[in-house]
């Protein structure tokens, strides 16, 4: 039966760092041409792809590339390292045609300092752009308060030709927009429109809870609180008591929230199109209310919580209880592992083949839309990189320390052929030593790709995981992670076995007795999990 379900609730949704996927012209950088050379390998209708339903693509639109996209200069066309707007209705139709939904990252907290708008603004306090930034005179000399840059240093910068500092929350070439003039409203409904007029799906709001600062500018708090180790990241691998600046005064306001509803209004004025939100640095609590009531303000946000937490089925399970407690009626949940600004979780976990099928196996049998980062359907792990090939303005900020995110950026291992056959020319970050590339694993029914595949492929056949609500299961041995997907007419269990060792199914267990429908094993046992294996049910 087919589901009454929006695309964006039931499809896989695979992120795309253009940059990094596929080159075409041998410049050494990924471009659209060379994207829509490998649609099919994400979804040709078959078995042998990845059946994704949703593509997410980082910034692509002209920028100077400081923050590589993320600072735009112009947002309703295309930057001519990636391609021509005629490439990106190619792709969009090409998408379509394999019931691929096109996601654009609309980068609208800021701007890069080279946008037309904000290059007038700069010039003359009277021009009409003036106001579309956030401006202050000096205070006794300085900056008018504490507020940091989340990239460090202040977040002001001296602006000459007016007098006055501008507000940048990232990078200084990133200025931020000022939300509280409605004119700015205004230009980001009208790239929405543009961009849904060209047919694209959806959009991700990079730093969504960033948008609208404290009216007064007053200063933001500092608390001592415990570092938050982020494992595989050299430079936060120690517990310990650092000052921290408090981001009350520029992140969460109220008016975000209004400012986003409105947005959600522009999305909602044509079918089937939707938003997906980053929304970093608060509580679980603070990132669900940006689903408003449930369903009126993102229809979803990113939940990254698995991210700082531990490998293990009890971490995974206190995260996916406290979440499935506090979301809002109505609210759908979007799981992510990896993504663009963090150590890819096969490194950050050292994760080995049987694992990654765990941790993948665990994205895409959870309730909520799973978010694939490229590369992860590989179980590839970020490049170590020498100094001296860093390209990240943030790594290179804490040069000499080997931190960044370049490691997570590196290009796409589609074969053994030179550079993993991502291009002819010199690529943009090194490849890096790849054994298991695309190539290879495609080949190979029981590698992470094939897993992967496979399982893309059940989930789609099996309403109760696309669909069905989840509840997790008691009484299963602490490192299996159960739960069942129910929709009226199935109910499946899953159970991943988050352990090197095989794990007997006890017989209270709800799951022993039932025929596997799947497993990531070619021969699983009869009364125990296999170590790290993902199996599923029909009860
Ligand atoms: C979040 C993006 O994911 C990150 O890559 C970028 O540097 C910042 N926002 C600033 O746009």
Request: charged share 20%; hydrophobic share 35%.
């Amino acid at each position: 039966m087919m589901s009454t379900l929006p695309w964006w609730k039931t499809s896989i949704i695979y992120h795309c760092y253009v940059r990094s996927f596929m080159d075409s012209d041998g410049d050494g950088i990924g471009d659209l041409p060379g994207l829509i050379g490998k649609l099919d390998q994400l979804n040709d209708g078959t078995e042998r792809s990845l059946g994704i339903g949703g593509l997410w693509l980082a910034p692509i639109f002209p920028s100077p590339g400081m923050d590589f996209g993320y600072d735009v200069s112009d947002y309703c066309a295309i930057d001519p390292t990636y391609g021509t707007m005629t490439d990106f209705d190619h792709l969009a139709d090409e998408a379509r045609s394999r019931g691929i939904h096109l996601i654009m990252d609309l980068v609208v907290n800021h701007t890069s300092t080279e946008h037309q708008w904000f290059r007038e603004a700069r010039a003359s306090r009277a021009s009409p752009f003036h106001d579309y930034y956030i401006w202050s005179d000096k205070v006794q000399g300085r900056p008018p308060n504490n507020w940091g840059s989340t990239f460090g240093g202040s977040a002001w910068e001296w602006n000459a030709p007016t007098g006055e500092y501008y507000l940048h929350s990232f990078l200084r070439e990133q200025a931020d927009f000022n939300w509280r003039n409605p004119e700015v409203a205004r230009a980001v409904h009208d790239i929405m429109r543009f961009w849904m007029d060209r047919g694209v799906d959806g959009f991700r709001l990079d730093v969504a809870n960033y948008y609208v600062k404290d009216a007064l500018l007053r200063d933001n708090p500092h608390r001592i609180v415990w570092s938050q180790p982020m494992p595989g990241n050299p430079c936060a691998t120690l517990i310990i008591p650092v000052v921290q600046e408090q981001r009350d005064r520029t992140v969460d306001q109220p008016e975000t929230h209004d400012s986003l509803k409105a947005m959600r209004a522009v999305v909602d004025e044509r079918p089937g199109r939707m938003m997906v939100g980053e929304v970093t640095h608060r509580s679980l609590d603070q990132v669900l209310s940006y689903y408003g009531r449930g369903d009126d303000e993102l229809n979803l946000v990113f939940n990254f919580f698995f991210m700082v937490r531990r490998f293990s089925a009890q971490a995974f399970r206190d995260i996916i209880a406290q979440t499935l407690a506090r979301l809002p009626d109505d609210a759908w949940p979007a799981w992510v592992l990896s993504n663009h600004d963090v150590v890819r979780a096969v490194t950050r976990y050292r994760l080995d083949a049987p694992m990654t099928k765990a941790m993948n196996g665990l994205l895409l049998t959870l309730w909520g839309t799973p978010f694939l980062y490229y590369g992860e359907e590989l179980g590839m792990a970020n490049t170590a990189l020498s100094r001296t090939t860093l390209k990240d303005p943030v790594g290179l900020k804490y040069w000499p320390l080997p931190v960044g995110r370049d490691g997570e950026r590196t290009p796409m291992p589609w074969d053994d052929g030179p550079n993993a056959g991502f291009t002819s020319g010199t690529p943009w970050l090194p490849v890096g030593t790849v054994q298991d590339t695309y190539a290879s694993q495609s080949a190979d029914p029981h590698s992470v790709l094939g897993f992967t595949r496979r399982l893309s492929r059940f989930r789609a056949e099996h309403r109760a995981l696309h669909e069905g609500r989840m509840e997790l299961s008691s009484g299963s041995p602490p490192t299996v992670l159960s739960f069942r997907r129910s929709t009226p007419d199935e109910t499946l269990s899953v159970a991943i076995n988050f352990a090197s060792t095989s794990t007997p199914l006890g017989a209270g267990s709800e799951i022993g007795g039932h025929q596997a429908l799947f497993s990531s094993e070619e021969n699983p046992p009869d009364n125990a999990l296999a170590p790290w294996e993902v199996r599923i049910f029909r009860l």
